[in-house]
């Protein structure tokens, strides 16, 4: 079955640059999530997508902006890059925002930001 | 004081023995919650929900809710090296999902 598809699964940037990460959601699933993960530490909401309208906003900088296309995938872009900024930064797809209610939240394999 | 809780682990458990896992969250109108379990370096995958009061079982886990507590806990019999892995406590709050720290479970043969 078709899983959370991310990229890219590795990137390297450097202090001030930008990155773009994207996510394509299982197939018929409306709703994507960006999470945040720093080594050691829980998953940190930053946004989330409804049927191409943000739906909620959590933790997420101002340096980032993210947005979700008509064909349902979604792409965060980071600007101003710090060495904090260096995580994991997961997506995950539900079906319609029922899917935070029951938990069914497939997450992607992740992508990896390491800024120098 | 972070909405999620959870104990800082690491736990370590010998194969065959019970894991007890707990998690206290803040914001007494959640309505939903669920662990997730997460191996190194993988994304998290759901593995139990709770809504109600009580204990609800699934196979050899079973999750824990006290609402007027804020508590949540999670319960894995018969542990195995397989189950060795990062368990993330997750809160309904709203329209998105809030994590927990995590704890870090190893099973030892």
């Known amino acids: 079955a078709a899983g959370v598809i991310q990229s890219p699964r590795h990137l390297i940037k450097e202090k001030r640059e930008t990155a773009t990460l994207k996510c394509y959601p299982i197939?018929?699933?409306?709703?994507v999530y960006w999470y945040q993960q720093g080594p050691g530490q829980d998953p940190q909401f930053l946004i989330s997508f409804y049927e191409k309208m943000q739906s909620d906003k959590g933790s997420i900088p101002d340096r980032f902006s993210a947005q979700q296309f008509s064909d349902y995938h979604s792409e965060l872009n980071m600007s101003s890059l710090e060495l904090g900024d260096s995580a994991l930064y997961f997506c995950?797809?539900?079906?319609?925002?029922?899917?935070?209610?029951?938990?069914?939240?497939?997450f992607g394999e992740g992508s990896r930001l390491t800024v120098l | 004081q972070k909405e999620v809780e959870q104990n800082s682990g690491p736990l370590s458990v010998p194969e065959g023995a019970i894991a007890s896992l707990n998690c206290t969250y803040s914001d007494r109108g959640s309505q939903s919650f669920f662990w997730y379990r997460q191996y190194s370096g993988k994304s998290p995958e759901l593995i139990m929900s709770i809504y109600s009061n009580g204990d609800k079982e699934d196979g050899r886990f079973t999750a824990q809710l006290n609402k007027a507590s804020q508590y949540v806990s999670l319960l894995i019999r018969d542990s195995q090296p397989s189950d060795s892995a990062t368990y993330l406590c997750a809160v309904n709050n709203n329209n998105d999902m809030r994590f927990g720290a995590g704890t870090r479970l190893t099973v030892k043969p």
């Open positions: 197939p018929r699933h409306d709703t």
């Open positions: 995950a797809s539900s079906l319609g925002l029922a899917g935070v209610n029951t938990g069914e939240l497939f």
